[in-house]
């Protein structure tokens, strides 16, 4: 049985949270207002390319705790997880996009597509907050089979959602 190491994924969960929170204050703005403002983009660009190194994170090491066969690119952790049943396929195919785009972030920084920018941040910030709904069902599922197979242990686990 995996033993997934909650304070982590809490950590990674904690810079997805910040960020979003950080990204909701960009929305509502025209696209032109948007573009005309460099900072801001920099500051748009950087705050999704952290939140989605930490849903790698996250995914990678659910990946590693459970034992599962990747290959070596950044996306295939999520499409393993979804091969096991873990994330729904449409979950994971918009996971993976994410990372392509997070690809794009870090290697052709100067090259964004500030339209592309501006549409995440006006229409998909919400694959984020599913993103963390699928993390802790997958925790949440393995504690309570761990628990199940050993009753009388109790290992102060939590789980990974806020209260």
Known sequence: ??????????AHRKTIEDNLQHLETKRGRA???FARDRDGKDAVKYQLQTAIQALMDITNHLCARLR???????????RALEREGLIPQAHATQYAKMIRFRNVLV?????VDERQVYEIVENNLNDFRQFLVDIDTIVERHQA???SDNPKKTNGKRSTKKS
């Open 68 to 78: 599962l066969k990747v290959a070596e690119n950044s996306g295939e952790c999520v």
């Open 145 to 147: 089979k761990e628990q």
């Open 31 to 33: 696209f032109e207002e």
């Open 107 to 111: 290697h052709l920084y100067g090259e």
């Open 1 to 10: 049985m995996p033993n997934f190491d909650i304070a982590r994924i809490n």
